[in-house]
């Protein structure tokens, strides 16, 4: 059996820490699932544990689920995933394309399940605002269920890029209470400037910034319309509900 | 300061035990937004419990969340949550409308969010397994954000309540990977006859026994539709996108 030091136990379990992850660029994958994706992916995999090869209680101590999963993997963060110098998505968005833009997204299933619908809808990139729950966190990196290694993703100054989306002559859609039917009017899939939709927070919608911005205002009707007791839609649904209309023949 | 007894702390704080909240029909509410909800609504709500009247030690002790809200209630189970003869819902499959089905929904999250779903889209009822997560369970008490109050779930022997709606020549449908294009045919919202949407479970999809009584297999495309690496989507995720297209004029 193929052991592991305390010292190197102390170093991946450390990596459930932003801060760590931040520092050493490194984050976790566990499952054997998800691990062969990251091996099958450009992702640079640093490390692999397996179960097998240094006992279930090591996997106990490095793992960050409630069950430990049979194959953990310390995988290196893409170097795209923090961009500043916007002008690295001039070509990009010259082409057009749909993107999404997350604006404080701060619950980590929902960011993971956003990333699983981008990856079925074949959305070209997510840019999110630098206060959206960390990609690398690992309720997040499990929830993608393997989107991670698919799609890209860039925390980014996002009403900056949004300025850019407009300047190329493209549309920012978001969802508001007091938007126009989604379904009443052409959407634009990005077939020749760039297309983002807007995702708000969970609680506090989009922000006040970002929404000067938002050239088109969409709904998505309830049913009945007139319904008067039904809530919000969550932001992960909402998402699903609009991506798919736009992705809709 | 009224006060609250060990005793009763005690009795509050078992009823995060599904045992418990069998036995005693009773479910607990947490969170200002939400007690106001159970008492606008036809509930019966047994006790109201605020942190300025009990204080803030016996109110983490009978709170389910990490951080307790200022008011929790415990309300009692709605008389038609678990039905054994379904001839109760001869009258309204006769009348037509659109139902969920879930099929061994496993996760708290995904059931509070397929009722906020069903919620917005006026879903008429939402029948489920036995073996569906609990509906009073207080991580989906708090997941349907007061959708609990609006929608009514029925836990059903659900192929005996599949066959029925079948015999009233209405419709079953699923999605599956080898379904029919959803975009692509006609969908019956239920004008007529019932017409059912089965969700199936998060890992398994839907059973066996269920998928040989689905009618209209449907399937959501993905983008590209030949996209190769795309995995599937969230269950949650999946009932919106259905469910809007079903409702979509």
Known sequence: MAGISNNEIKRVKALQQKKVRDESGLFIVE???MVQEALDSPFAVEAVYRKYEIGEDAMKRISALSNPSPALAVVRKPSDAYVDDLSAFDAALSEGGL????????DPGNLGTILRIA?????KAVFATGDTVDLFNPKVVQATMGAIFRVRMHYVDLPALTRKVLDKGGKVYGTFLDGQNMYERPLDNGMHSPSVIVIGNESEGISDEIAGLVSDRLYIPPYPADQPGSESLNAAIATAITVAEFRRR
Chains 1, 2 share one sequence.
Do not use: P, Q, V
């Open 31 to 33: 499952g054997e699932k």
């Open 119 to 123: 990856d079925w809808f074949g959305i």
């Open 99 to 106: 993107y999404l833009a997350l604006d404080s997204i701060r």
